[in-house]
């Protein structure tokens, strides 16, 4: 029994370390993140809690989240934490992971509205003066479903994630957000988008190195197009924005079997805005760098944390992000085997 | 005019002394070294070949799936032997097969690591081959022979024990008894952290970043016969791969070559190789095979992942066999090209049965001691996916070692029929049959040295550079090989062995064993191996006569070899090193071995309908 006892704690391992390689859900703030589209096994969730601190300082019209507009000449700072839930599962015989998002936070932005046509300011608010705002509640909540289309297997089993050595992997990610967040008409800034807002991405993994914990390395590349509907109440007027065409990459590498670091490039263009079919503004050429260090502090728990700045593309724009981030994972399986290792 | 006619008949005259002189001097030189011209085609190459820790059974032509077509095709052309035996560990076997005489008397009484406290200094536990034998390679080597050595040597480390000193002009060799097969060259034993190697005598201080030992021998081989065979001399080249003893190691673009191939566990390999091994003849239809071993689970009862995670370590054996197997067959195609195949005596063997131990505990040793710390700072990688590759340490544990050992109970370390009984194929000039098959035939690895210098035409002399040396207690297949008889010994001939306190005889088809508890009974047994391979019947009582003779042999063995039976032994302890038995096994309890019944079924059962209804 010694030999069997011996070879469940390795299985033990096993699972545990799969389950808690994956980030879990899409930060629709920013970027996905690092290893967000790792597969594990059916029926393992992830809880994410995050907290994102955001700077702007813009000199012509920006976004963020995506699709928030920003105006030229201002000073945003945003504070958000999400909450997400992901539940790896099959779907058609296909690795799938299926994730839900909410959150809320504040915005507080100083506008400069000299630079602003008076037919976009809010009532009120004299041509030529500084402007600040702010505005706190929820985000529009969102949910995505993300689909292994080439390079893994259904892992329905702890077999399928023994068998399951990824080299090259193709997703197709969907996903949609619902206006239901908290908006203002008559501010500049709000939580939500006050319309209907989604993506359609092609997450695209490359694993190299040995897939086992302490050994993998991987490079992430997701092209990504997110869409929007009309708002129509844009300071009583109507906005409209092109597709946001988004690039984002990783370069990950595990430096311990506890312990990732990653290379973040998040490169976002199009985007051009239209109030009552005027346009405004210029099309986004933005290239963020960062990095992200994520850290297992238990058989379930991750803590990460990342940062990234506005270091090419628009000159007009000077952003940094730093975001916190626990991810908790649990499998039933994983809770029995823990049960049993503790006697609990 | 005069002076013209002169120079004209000078000139035939030296023309004709110089021919003479010429004729006479290499007449003389032909008569100084026989070997240069007419005699090469007479003597044969001899190529030996040692696998480390290979079964019995793994290859394809003894009853294995492992993909092995290069030993196979050798066996084809030449013959194979079921009843050949090795000793339980490899420097023992090798100090035999290098001096043609028992271990005890070589020099290798037991492993040089493991002398017990009352055999430290005693002769034959020098634990290096000992100066009271000449090796075949010196004797080779004195007797118009190039002396080849690429692999584990295990038999000294001093600069006058090494592969150089005791007879092989060119060598590149393992010291030790394992480690790394890949550069990083990490050696269990924390003494020796890092395996050291020699080539040519001179130590190598790095091995290069893209090293795998058993292409790196097989290059050597080549190298030295390719670079020696400038003079037409034969050659013995000795092949003694490090594969596939663990850790488990394998080039990366070998290492998922048996993926999955192993996920339906050890039970039903082994009742395929059984069938197969029927099927080829290796063993009788009726052969009794020893039961799975009272401490290893019947795989069924294992979950499908348990299954899969111990089926990888077997998968990356087998791929260390077949990759074995494929660079041995890079030997065999150089020897064509160069055309010295035909005219080269192959012997294919391996050094003990496959390792069933957990060596990596053995040495290592309990957490606290340094033996741990080096093993743990170097071999603690044991992630599913990394397994086989640089920095982890696999070895496939005692089930599969059974099923490698097939159908002979135990493994390496244990004079039971696992730990002894090794494939051997030979082929080449002088070996008839075929692709035959002899079972007769009651074979020991001391044999194949005075098998090797009467190919050669050598004599084992009795005296060596000055000192005397022992008479060879092996005998000489080559009658055998020549189709002459069928066996080198009668029905009275008899075998003994003793390792680490565990003992046995053969005389005929008998066997007596005394073997440590809890494998064993720390008494004798006696078995019949004709009708009763795997060991499982005592027979102590029904035969007491037999078994007293075979005592008797073990008495005289003791007294022609010297053996002291140490103090001490890594076995006294076994039971407690041991798994507890497994609660059921096979047949017992009858409910609990039964396949599992899906509820439906056993409704039906509770209801007592037969119908399967849909």
């Known amino acids: ?63 963020f989240d995506p699709g928030q507009f920003i105006y030229p000449n201002s000073d945003t700072e945003a504070n958000v934490m999400i909450a997400s839930w992901a539940r790896h599962m099959t779907l058609f015989n296909r690795a799938s992971l299926f994730s839900v998002n909410v959150g809320g936070g504040s915005v507080e932005v100083d506008v400069d509205t000299s630079f602003i046509p008076p037919g976009f300011l809010p009532s009120a608010v004299v041509p030529g003066s500084t402007l600040s705002q702010s505005t706190s509640g929820s985000i529009d909540p969102s949910v995505q479903l993300d689909v292994n289309l080439f390079g893994t297997p259904p892992l329905k089993s702890t077999v399928d994630l023994l068998n399951n050595e990824p080299t090259w992997t193709i997703d197709a990610a969907a996903l949609l957000a619902l206006p239901v967040g908290e908006y203002d008409g008559d501010k500049l800034v709000n939580m939500g988008q006050n319309r209907w807002w989604g993506r359609f991405a092609l997450p695209i993994k490359y694993h190299f190195g040995v897939f086992a914990p302490g050994y993998m390395s991987s490079f992430e590349l997701t092209p990504s197009v997110w869409i929007f509907a009309e708002n129509d109440d844009f300071l009583g007027q109507s906005l409209e924005n092109d597709p946001l065409l988004q690039l984002e990459a990783h370069l990950t590498h595990d430096f311990t079997r506890t312990f990732y670091g990653s290379l973040d490039l998040l490169y976002r263009g199009g985007f051009q805005s239209e109030i009552n079919s005027n346009e405004v503004g210029e099309k986004l050429d933005i290239g963020d760098l960062g990095f992200t260090l994520n850290f297992q502090a238990s058989d379930n728990l991750f803590v990460r944390t ?16 730093i975001r916190l981030q626990l991810v908790y994972g649990w499998h039933r399986l994983t809770e029995a085997s823990n049960k049993l290792k503790t006697g609990h | 005019m005069g002076s013209s006619w002169k120079r ?39 190529l030996l070949i040692v696998a480390d820790d290979l079964g019995y059974s793994d290859l394809g032509s003894y009853g294995g799936e492992i993909k092995t077509p290069v030993l196979d095709g050798l066996a084809q052309q030449g013959m194979r032997y079921t009843n050949f035996y090795v000793s339980p560990t490899c420097s023992v076997s090798r100090s035999m097969l290098l001096s043609g005489t028992d271990n005890h008397v070589a020099g290798l009484g037991n492993m040089g690591e493991l002398n017990a406290p009352n055999q430290v200094g005693k002769p034959g536990y020098e634990g290096v081959l000992n100066k009271r034998v ?37 060598d590149f060799s393992l010291l030790v008894g394992g480690g790394s ?134 998968e990356l054996y087998a791929g260390m066999v077949e990759y074995m197997d494929d660079q041995v067959g890079r030997v065999f195609d150089y020897l064509k090209e160069i055309g010295e195949y035909d005219n080269t005596v192959v012997i294919f063997i391996s050094d003990n049965g496959a390792e069933g131990n957990d060596l990596r505990a053995m040495v290592a040793g309990q957490p606290g001691t340094m033996g741990f710390l080096h093993a743990m700072n170097n071999f603690a990688e044991d992630g599913h996916n990394s397994l086989g590759r640089k920095g982890t340490y696999a070895e496939y544990g005692p089930a599969w070692a059974q099923v490698s050992m097939t159908p002979f109970r135990i ?99 008998w066997k007596i064993t005394w073997l440590y508890e809890p494998l064993g009974s720390e008494d004798w047994q006696l078995f019949n191996l004709a009708e009763d391979p795997g060991e499982q019947y005592d027979l102590s009582d029904k035969f007491p006569e037999k078994r007293k003779e075979l005592i008797a042999l073990w008495g005289e063995y003791v007294k022609t070899n010297g053996v002291i039976i140490g103090a001490r032994s890594p076995f006294e302890q076994a039971g407690k090193h041991l798994p507890d038995r497994v609660p059921d096994y096979d047949n017992y309890p009858p409910v609990r071995g039964m396949e599992a019944i899906p509820y439906r079924k056993l409704l039906q059962l509770m209801s007592g309908s037969t119908e399967d209804k849909k």
Request: charged residues 25%; proline residues 6%.
């Open chain 2, 134 to 170: 000449a090796s075949i390679a010196e004797l080779l080597s004195d007797n118009g022979y190039h002396t080849y050595m690429a692999g584990k040597w295990h038999l000294g480390l001093k600069p006058d024990q090494s592969p150089r000193a005791r007879g092989f002009e060119r």
């Open chain 2, 8 to 46: 004209l008949s000078i000139r035939p005259a030296i023309v004709t002394i110089l021919a003479l002189t010429l004729s006479i001097a290499t007449m003389q030189a032909h008569a100084a070294d026989p070997q240069q011209t007419g005699q090469k085609s007479k003597r044969p190459n001899i």
């Open chain 2, 181 to 314: 097969h890949f550069d990083d060259a990490w050696n269990l034993e924390w003494q020796i952290p890092k395996a050291p190697y020699t080539e040519d005598g001179r130590p190598v201080k790095k091995l290069p970043k893209d090293f795998y030992s058993t292409r790196a021998y097989t290059d050597k081989t080549i190298q030295f016969i390719e670079e020696g065979r400038k003079d037409n001399k034969p050659f013995f080249a000795y092949m003694a791969y490090t594969a596939p003893h663990g850790p488990l190691h394998l080039p990366d673009d070998w290492l998922r070559r048996y993926k999955n191939r192993y996920d339906e566990g050890w039970d039903g390999i082994r009742q395929q190789r059984l069938a197969r091994m029927q099927e080829l003849g290796i063993i009788d239809k009726d052969a009794n095979a020893a039961d799975r071993l009272f401490f290893l689970p019947r795989s069924t009862a294992l979950v499908p992942a348990a299954r899969v995670a111990q089926g990888r370590k077997m």
């Open chain 1, 306 to 321: 990342t940062y990234s700045s506005n270091v090419f593309g628009d000159d007009n724009l000077d952003s940094s992000i």
């Open chain 1, 1 to 63: 029994m010694k030999s069997i006892n011996k070879l469940t704690d390795q299985l033990g391992r096993i699972s545990v370390a799969v389950i808690i390689m994956s980030f879990g859900s899409p930060a629709i703030a920013v970027d996905d993140g690092a290893r967000t589209y790792w597969k594990q096994r059916d029926g393992t969730n992830v809880v994410s809690f995050q907290y994102l601190n955001m700077n702007m300082q813009a000199t012509d019209s920006q976004q």
């Open chain 2, 411 to 509: 493994y390496k370390g244990w004079v039971a029929e696992g730990g002894i009984r090794s494939p051997l194929i030979i082929s080449g000039p002088g070996v008839k049959g075929t692709g035959g098959l002899n079972k007769k035939a009651v074979l020991h690895v001391k044999d194949i040295a005075p098998t090797i210098l009467e190919l050669a035409g050598i004599q084992h002399p009795a005296t060596y550079k000055g000192r005397e040396i022992v008479p060879m207690q092996g005998k000489s297949w080559v009658g055998m090989l020549e189709g002459e008889t069928q066996s080198p010994r009668t029905s009275d001939d008899w075998l003994g062995w003793e390792l680490f306190g565990n003992r046995a005889i053969r005389q005929g088809d």
